[in-house]
Nanobody, 115 residues
């Protein structure tokens, strides 16, 4: 089994920053897994925000390029999403994701960008 637990969401003003964390446990080692962050805004479909491959290659949706950075801490078995220069349109529930035979998702963490 795989467990993913997100944290770090909250309310932030436009232009602010947040760092989301995804602690992975169970039968998963983030060094050897595709890890990603998705988000879902009210009334919209869930969309890929960023992912990091086993090779270390990173991939971002165009709307967050240059503002968000995905990274891994192998020792902590944790994946991060550093979000800078946040905009109101970044408001969503953010989910951690991995693919290991099947899809695994965290419970989500709310990010609200508002003045």
């Amino acid at each position: 089994q795989v467990q993913l637990v997100e944290s770090g969401g909250g309310l932030v003003q436009p232009g602010g920053s947040l760092r989301l964390s995804c602690a992975a446990s169970g039968s998963i080692d983030v060094r050897y897994a595709l890890m990603g962050w998705y988000r879902q805004a009210p009334g919209k479909q869930r969309e890929l925000v960023a992912r990091i491959y086993i090779s270390g290659i990173e991939d971002y949706v165009d709307s967050v390029k240059g503002r968000f950075t995905i990274s891994k801490d192998n020792a902590k078995n944790t994946v991060y999403l550093q979000m800078n220069n946040l905009k109101p349109e970044d408001t969503a529930v953010y989910y951690c994701y991995t693919l290991k035979g099947s899809d695994y998702w965290g419970q989500g963490t709310q990010v609200t960008v508002s003045s």
